[in-house]
């Protein structure tokens, strides 16, 4: 897929040294930058998603189950 970005200069300059450094092309190093930059982010929202989960009121353990694992835990060697 092709697409048109408009960058600083600065960035420009940095992406073309960097990318001739690397011995990749110009698409080859925007791409991966946008997977990695895509991929943190994924992270973030799944730590997010899960931040709020956990974090409501009703994120304890209904009573059987903590009863379960409490069982459990204290039989572990810590």
Known sequence: MKTAVSLPNETYESAEKLAKRLGKSRSELYAQAINDYLSRNSDQLVR???????????????????????????????
Do not use: A, H, N, V
């Open 48 to 78: 997010e998603s899960l931040d709020k989960i956990y974090s409501g009121d009703d994120s304890r353990l209904d009573s059987p189950l903590e009863t379960m694992q409490l069982k459990t835990l204290s039989k572990e060697e810590w």
